[in-house]
């Protein structure tokens, strides 16, 4: 939608995410790194390959099932890290808080962003701290940015997918989404629906580990698989096809959205990546993934295929065929 | 447990064994409407038109309760919100739709107050909350979610919440059907009727209809597998030249409809002549709400004139909404008109013909 106001669709990472950063980021900030718009920047600096990413953290509620916007911050940007086929090592940490805001909870969160970070095994080096005004954010906004060190002999990017290459899915769909929804206030009905923020590191060198042939990693965070691969399929220029049966999702998370109208294609998963490997390596590397504890629901949802190029195929449950396209902005529940 | 009831209607055998029946027993050319949004995404959503014979065509009718919502309707809501003090609530689709110059998402990011809800308890709730505010709930959708409306202004009469008011821009479907039968060479040789509208309604609201017309109609359910047997009780009519109004949803919806739900909109609401994007006027066809209620009427509490509307040019949606286009054959379709710039109504809403379309069709 033209308009000479930022809107809240600008941050949804949809298409008009997209056009925002194109249109008005990648110009004045020009150079190949960050053109390559992967989850992290991936250089090098004497001879040593580096990932280094960035993300904030705004989410309400702070505190939800299965998470909070502390451990959020540290998973969130450790997982950016790790698809880029990195070790995580350091994190910085930023603060902005609202004049007012519980000591208590941001003990809490503070503690719980130490916990993350021993989980993930990575060190917080750096911070910074603002406290701003009643009114000016929204109790407490947290941003952290990371680095981690790339292994030799290691090329994952969101261009890099490879004709055949069997798309892996490490577990239940949308359910981080539909938490967050169903904590909103307005939303009259209880779920036993849980966030599944969690470090995916371990799970990443646990894979590379098993093979060196994985060509794509993303974690579809904001946007979900649908759009997630949609940008797979774009920057590597090829098509995608994936199979509606094989796509894990819990029960209840599946009927939240068909209650809603909202498509769990689209909504957002804090514990999961797709990867994108050779056939022949590809029960290998599914078997390792379900080997982790946050990947037991690991399945292969599709692959790379020699048509469609630029474009996400569903081959669906009663065998028909359609697009999985890119959304514009979020998801509206719908009128009835 | 729900869930795996749901499941059972994508049964992939199922369908196969639906779609063999279809197959084997279509011989002419057949093209059947649906009448409800929700179809409309479940049919683009499961592919089934990439699995049915060439002689069955699905067509989008007025379905979708943000698309036939008229212009006219859209600059009062987005005049509303611009009202000092005013608190605009509303179902999520109505947020992108734009009017002649700016739309609700747009008054959002100059400032004014737009929330958002799943229910009218919500929106009734904000309003005992913000008593110095007020609130407007805008009333948009079909007898799906005309009950819950009614039921929310009769307890904000009981409870004598005087700051909650309604803008009822409902719709109803039978009036709608009568309307596009009576287009000239209109294309439509079966209806697939909407499910959750049935729900309230009952088979029997569709009885004068049928009874005028002897076309084909079958209420459909929303799984592949509920509209794939609606399809085919309908080529089935069709072939025979035995035209009947049958349900295929009888898991959900009775002869009869609910009660309790007509009764409330009954109390709460009339009848009245209303304008339906793309069609005009069909008498009788909306509901405005009764006299006892006018503290409640927003129409009434706030004097909103709107300058004579303008549909964008170009945009097909008038002839998309009564089967007489497919989105291809709109010029402005993908390359003016797309979920991020949206002209038309149907490409807003998730439930719209074009931007189904748009997000389905390969």
């Known amino acids: 939608m033209k308009t000479d106001k930022i809107l809240l669709d600008h941050g949804s990472g949809g298409r008009i995410s997209h056009r925002l950063i194109s249109d008005l980021m990648l110009p004045v900030f020009d150079n190949p790194i960050l053109s390559a718009l992967n989850d992290g920047a991936i250089f090098e600096i004497e001879g040593m390959r580096l990932a280094f990413s960035t993300d904030s953290y705004t989410v309400d509620p702070i505190f939800f099932p299965g998470g909070n916007i502390g451990d959020l911050a540290i ?19 930023g603060l902005i808080i609202e004049e007012g805001f519980s000591m208590s909870d941001l003990n809490k969160i503070l503690k719980e962003m130490g916990k993350a970070a021993r989980k993930a095994q990575v ?26 060190r790339i292994p030799d002999d290691i090329d994952v990017a969101s261009y890099n997918a490879k004709a055949k290459d069997k798309i892996i899915l ?39 580990a098993t093979s060196k042939d994985i060509h794509v990693l993303r974690d579809p965070t904001r946007g979900g698989v649908g759009t997630t691969l949609n940008e797979i399929a774009e920057k590597s220029e090829v098509g995608i096809k994936i199979y509606e049966g094989t796509i894990p999702i819990k029960r209840e998370v599946a009927g939240i959205c068909e209650l809603l109208g909202f498509d769990p294609l689209y909504l957002a998963n804090e514990g999961k990546l797709l990867a994108f490997v050779s056939p022949e390596h590809s029960d290998r590397i599914l078997s390792a993934i379900k080997a982790n504890s946050y990947g037991k629901d690991a ?28 959304l514009a902005g979020d998801q509206l529940p719908r009128i009835c | 447990m729900a869930l795996k009831h749901i499941e059972e209607y994508k049964d992939s055998k199922i369908a196969k064994q639906l779609l063999e029946k279809i197959k084997n027993i279509s011989k002419q050319n057949i093209r059947l409407m649906e009448v409800c949004g929700t179809h409309t995404v479940s049919i683009c959503r499961s592919g089934i038109r990439s699995v049915l014979p060439e002689t069955v065509s699905l067509l989008s009718g007025p379905g979708c309760p943000v698309c036939v919502t008229d212009q006219a309707e859209i600059d009062t809501f987005i005049e509303l919100a611009k009202i000092d003090d005013v608190i605009v609530t509303t179902f999520g689709d109505l947020i992108r739709v734009p009017g002649t110059t700016s739309s609700l998402q747009k008054e959002t990011g100059n400032g004014r107050e737009i929330r958002v809800v799943y229910s009218t308890v919500d929106a009734l709730e904000i309003a005992r909350k913000n008593p110095e505010k007020k609130v407007v709930f805008l009333g948009v959708g079909f007898e799906t979610t005309a009950p819950t409306i009614a039921a929310s202004i009769h307890s904000a009469a009981r409870m004598n919440v005087k700051n909650f008011s309604v803008i009822s821009a409902h719709k109803l479907i039978p009036p709608a059907l009568e309307a596009l039968m009576s287009i000239e060479n209109v294309p439509i040789d079966g209806f697939i009727l909407p499910g959750h509208v049935s729900v309230i309604i009952g088979l029997k609201a569709y009885q004068p209809f049928f009874k005028h017309h002897q076309i084909p109609s079958v209420v459909a359910g929303f799984e592949p597998i509920d509209i794939l047997q609606a399809i085919s009780m309908l080529v089935e009519q069709y072939e025979t030249g035995s035209p009947r109004l049958d349900n295929a949803y009888r898991r959900a919806v009775t002869s009869e409809g609910n009660k309790k739900a007509q009764q409330i909109i009954e109390d709460v609401f009339e009848p009245a002549d209303t304008c339906w994007r793309g069609i005009g006027m069909i008498p009788q066809s909306g509901l405005k709400i ?15 004139q709107v300058p004579e509307p303008q ?52």
């Open chain 1, 170 to 208: 490490s577990g239940t769909i949308a359910d981080h989404g539909v938490t967050i929804l169903t904590q909103r206030e307005g939303l009259s009905f209880e779920s036993t629906v849980t966030s599944d923020t969690a470090p995916l590191s371990h799970m990443v060198q646990q894979i590379f």
């Open chain 2, 311 to 362: 549909d964008p040019k170009g945009c097909a949606c008038g002839e998309i909404l009564t089967g007489l286009k497919i989105p291809p054959e709109c010029a402005l379709y993908k390359k003016v008109c797309t979920p991020a710039d949206p002209v038309g109504p149907c490409m807003v809403s998730t439930e719209g013909t074009c931007a189904a379309y748009y997000q389905y069709h390969i």
């Open chain 1, 123 to 148: 060190t917080i080096v750096t911070g910074d701290t603002k406290v701003v005004p009643n009114g000016a954010v929204d109790r407490i906004f947290i941003n952290t940015s990371g680095i981690g």
């Open chain 2, 290 to 304: 009764r006299a006892p209620y006018v503290d409640h009427d927003a129409e009434k509490v706030f004097d909103i």
């Open chain 1, 75 to 93: 998973y969130g940007t450790v997982n950016d890290i790790a698809m880029c086929g990195a070790i995580p090592i350091y994190l910085s940490v």
């Open chain 1, 299 to 326: 399945s292969i949802i599709g692959e790379v295929v020699d048509d469609h190029q630029g474009k996400v195929l569903m081959q669906t449950q009663i065998g028909g065929t359609r697009i999985v396209g890119m």
